[in-house]
């Protein structure tokens, strides 16, 4: 007779978890093993229960010698649960280290604690960077704070000095960044200072090094963390302090299965552990900005660059009359060889990599599409090849028009690969000075560092890039910035698309300013007078910032309302529609609009069809209980349907 009953979470699509019984008492937050539909399951223990009235499974095996997850960790993976709409067996499998998901996994030896001591290092602030870091310091308890720092205003030596008094109090931190490019060189130099206690921890590292982390961040060995968004519930022992540097940027939501921001489970983190958080950006969110002026979070600012440098101006170059070459103005092109000429470096800034976004036929309408996705294909030169960026299939160059026969038929409108080649062939610029930067020229092991470095070293020439340019690279002989298609970012139906193409422009600029020579940042537009544009000309970001708050609070719009997508996807377009009218029939909810269905931006994907339902509402707890309830019709419905669906909260996409 089992004496010991208990709830175990398990890696399922189903709300809830389910009870298995045990000879032995059982700690929470345990790896277990038990059977689940005659297959063998890795689950935790999540909570003792009482002897239920139906038939319990036997746990079958207990795995590790410590918890997976402490209580703590597991309340907020359930507040996850909830507030993301998500099954919670498959939350935690979502933030468990990967290797943990096998029954074999090896078992660790427990490591010899390091006792390294605090290391003493000096580090010169500059009296705006003291002034800050002095701030900072003061926070206490649950005290969320940003940090505004203008671009190149050198917020990571704040940092190291922030770390160092957590480590001199025997606390621990962690630190999230958006990107595993950016790591590296930030890696480096914590490692410099603060040698073993520190450990990077990204999706990137193999399954069995995520888990060593894990395990020394438990029992105390690492006592600095810098990890991407999955490492937001990283165990540290002692934790004292969460840093979310560039806070701002997206690469901290998760839109793939669980629905969830890095950044705002963070934030919960740091407010159950009663611990201050301090998020960093040049460029910070208007959701951010808006709990500033709530005074819900605290501001620190650091507006000097360290070279004082004031941050370059904008000038917006109407492109409808301009005769463009290479899809550069003239201005444009006349800036980039004076540049050459005085052996300082220009960029291209362009959020598309390729040859050329469209390839068609010169006599009719036809355009190469992909099948899967029905989306253009985009050429690349270099490879030969029609690539679909939503599903990464590739065609042969057909040599005829399917429709009409012609044989002429090239690609239309720029991208990274014609504008390094346009650059190659019709400027005095060396072949090897023009350095293409995008995810086809730094997807080899080593390349991007190998690129970053020839940059560095280069006397003269152009960057050619997409947006991998502006995370956190700074070029130091940078002069002239071009930025080319933006003008998607003005007309966008997305709620944060003004907002990232100003905390775009603002940090593009802010790759250049480093020399003693005035940067320019020139921005190809066809709409040069649009208001938005016109607040950002001065090359500051708070003016812009403030004025599209103040319209979204006019407007009810987020961060001043609350939004959710109930999103559906099928391979046929009528079973999506039929399957959301039928939820949403005869619901209604005082305080909670809905709108749709609507196809999605992306609209297939890989054979399937994607629609939502937006819901929007003036109170969180509104949002939720109208979710809640839908999702109790889902239940019946979902099953009937073949549909596949899930809930987006916080959409920055539609
Ligand atoms: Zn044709
Ligand atoms: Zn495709």
Not at 345 to 365: H, K, T, W
Not at 486 to 495: A, H, W
């Amino acid at each position: 007779m089992s004496k010991f009953f208990y709830n175990i979470s398990l890696p399922l699509a189903v709300q809830g978890t389910f009870t298995y019984s045990s000879d032995i008492r059982l700690e929470i937050g345990f790896r277990v093993l038990v059977d689940f539909s005659n297959r063998e399951r890795i689950g935790v223990v999540i909570k003792k229960v009482n002897k239920p009235a139906f038939k319990t499974l036997k746990i079958k095996k207990v795995f590790d010698d410590f918890e997976i997850f402490n209580t703590n960790e597991l309340a907020l993976l359930h507040w996850i649960s909830d507030y993301y709409h998500f099954p919670i067996g498959q939350v935690i499998d979502n933030f468990m280290p990967p290797y943990l998901r096998k029954a074999n996994a090896v078992e660790l030896q427990n490591n010899d604690l390091v006792s390294e001591a605090v290391p003493d290092f000096n580090l010169d602030l500059t009296s705006h960077q003291e002034k800050a870091f002095l701030a900072l310091k003061q926070l206490k308890g649950f005290d969320p704070c940003l940090l505004y720092g203008v671009t190149g205003s050198g917020k990571t030596e704040i940092y190291i000095k922030l770390i160092q008094e957590q480590l001199k109090s025997n606390q621990s931190v962690l630190m999230l960044i958006p990107e595993i490019s950016l790591a590296p060189q930030m890696v480096k130099r914590l490692k410099k200072i603060f040698g073993e206690l520190v450990a990077y921890y990204h999706s990137g590292i193999t399954n069995l090094n995520r888990w060593k982390v894990w395990r020394d961040a438990r029992n105390g060995n690492k006592k600095i963390i810098i990890g991407t968004r999955s490492s937001v519930l990283m165990p540290l022992k002692n934790l004292g302090l969460i840093i979310v540097d560039e806070e701002h940027d997206h690469s901290y939501k998760q839109v793939e299965g669980l629905s969830y921001s890095a950044r705002d489970v963070a934030i919960k983190r740091a407010s159950d552990l009663k611990i201050p958080i301090i998020l960093g950006s040049a460029t910070p969110s208007l959701s951010i900005l808006r709990q500033v002026e709530d005074k819900k979070f605290k501001k620190t600012e650091l507006l000097e660059r360290f070279n004082q440098s004031s941050p370059p101006k904008l000038t917006f170059v109407d492109i409808n009359a301009n005769n463009l070459k290479g899809g550069i103005s003239e201005i444009g092109q006349k800036a980039i060889l004076d540049d050459y000429a005085s052996q300082v470096l220009s960029m291209v800034f362009i959020n598309r990599r390729g040859f050329a976004p469209e390839y068609r036929c010169s006599e009719c309408d036809w355009v190469a599409r992909c099948n899967n996705c029905e989306t253009n294909m985009v050429f690349h030169h270099e490879k030969n090849r029609l690539i679909c960026h939503r599903c990464d299939s590739a065609y042969g160059i057909p040599e005829q028009c399917p429709d009409c026969g012609n044989s002429e038929l090239g690609g239309v409108g720029y991208a990274t690969e014609s504008i390094s080649k346009y650059l190659q062939d019709n400027t005095p610029i060396d072949r090897g000075e023009v350095y293409r930067f995008d995810s086809d020229t730094t997807k080899k092991k080593g390349a991007l560092t190998e690129l970053l470095k020839s940059i560095n070293d280069a006397h003269q020439g152009v960057i050619v890039g997409t947006q991998m340019l502006i995370k956190g690279h700074d070029f130091k002989k940078l002069k002239t910035v071009i930025v080319m298609n933006i003008d998607s970012g003005l007309t966008s139906i997305n709620p944060s698309a003004l907002e990232d193409l100003g905390q775009q422009l603002i940090q593009v600029s802010g790759r250049a300013g480093r020399l003693d020579t005035k940067a320019v940042v020139l921005v190809q537009t066809r709409y040069p007078d649009h208001p938005f544009l016109e607040k950002l000309k001065s090359g500051t970001y708070m003016p812009f910032a403030m004025d599209l708050l103040t319209e979204r609070k006019k407007q009810s719009q987020p961060p001043y309302a609350y939004q959710a997508l109930l999103k559906s996807s099928s391979t046929v377009i009528q079973k999506n529609i039929n399957f959301l009218e039928a939820i949403l029939k005869n619901f209604e909810l005082p305080g909670c609009n809905f709108y749709g269905p609507m196809p999605a931006s992306i609209f297939k994907v890989r054979g399937r069809y994607f629609h939502y339902v937006l819901l929007q509402a003036n109170k969180r707890t509104v949002l939720h209980s109208a979710l809640n309830q839908l999702e109790k019709r889902i239940g019946q419905l979902a099953k009937s349907s073949s549909v596949r669906w899930k809930v987006e909260i916080d959409p920055l996409n539609f």
